[in-house]
T-cell receptor, first 114, second 111 residues
């Protein structure tokens, strides 16, 4: 079955450590996204990529980095520069050519900083 | 810039109809989407309005009025499993092809 796989599902990190969240999709989608969700809040855009080897900052990119070396993969690194990284991170993808407003989400990665 | 407003919480009883409103302010606009998210889960797509009017998908309908910068999600024949958070999201007509989400409406369905 096609879908988006995020790992790990739960992650604990000490302050000052970088951590990388994995996002893999087998939907053959061109566009991929990373959103952050805090408790009781909406989703805020961190980074997005419309095509391999290209990505753009979203609304809250500071303290995060991404790469898009393969169409299927869009990993997110939460760096030590991110002041408040504890959150629920959601990866999504869509077909770039159409504008259907439909994103396909992974199950999310919950990061806790100790 | 852009902003979306939706009520933070709505309560309704099983079998009833509930409407969740969304108003938006954006410098550009392409369409309005709705997503459902159960606690601890991933958002799932419900509907998209690219044009004014009503879109119906089973028990769920969504409406858009561009002139009023307003949309709503209508849930009919409410079931307990409909208890979740509902988000509206704007697809802006800019070079950035990414959705901007509202803060969500928590729907509680009571027996």
């Amino acid at each position: 079955d096609g879908g988006i796989t995020q790992s790990p599902k739960y992650l604990f990190r000490k302050e000052g450590q970088n951590v990388t969240l994995s996002c893999e999709q087998n939907l053959n989608h061109d566009a991929m996204y990373w959103y952050r969700q805090d408790p009781g809040q909406g989703l805020r855009l961190i980074y997005y990529s419309q095509i391999v080897n290209d990505f753009q900052k979203g609304d809250i990119a500071e303290g995060y980095s991404v790469s898009r070396e393969k169409k299927e993969s869009f990993p997110l690194t939460v760096t030590s520069a991110q002041k408040n990284p504890t959150a629920f991170y959601l990866c999504a993808s869509t077909v770039a050519s159409g504008r259907t407003g439909e994103l396909f989400f992974g199950e999310g990665s919950r990061l806790t900083v100790l | 810039g852009q902003s979306l407003e939706q009520p933070s919480e709505v309560t309704a009883v099983e079998g009833a109809i509930v409407q969740i409103n969304c108003t938006y302010q954006t410098s550009g606009f392409y369409g309005l989407s709705w997503y459902q998210q159960h606690d601890g889960g991933a958002p799932t797509f419900l509907s998209y309005n690219g044009l004014d009017g009503l879109e119906e998908t089973g028990r769920f309908s969504s409406f858009l009025s561009r002139s009023d910068s307003y949309g709503y999600l209508l849930l009919q024949e409410l079931q307990m499993k409909d208890s979740a958070s509902y988000f509206c999201a704007v697809d802006m007509d800019t070079g950035r092809r990414a959705l901007t989400f509202g803060s969500g409406t928590r729907l509680q369905v009571q027996p």
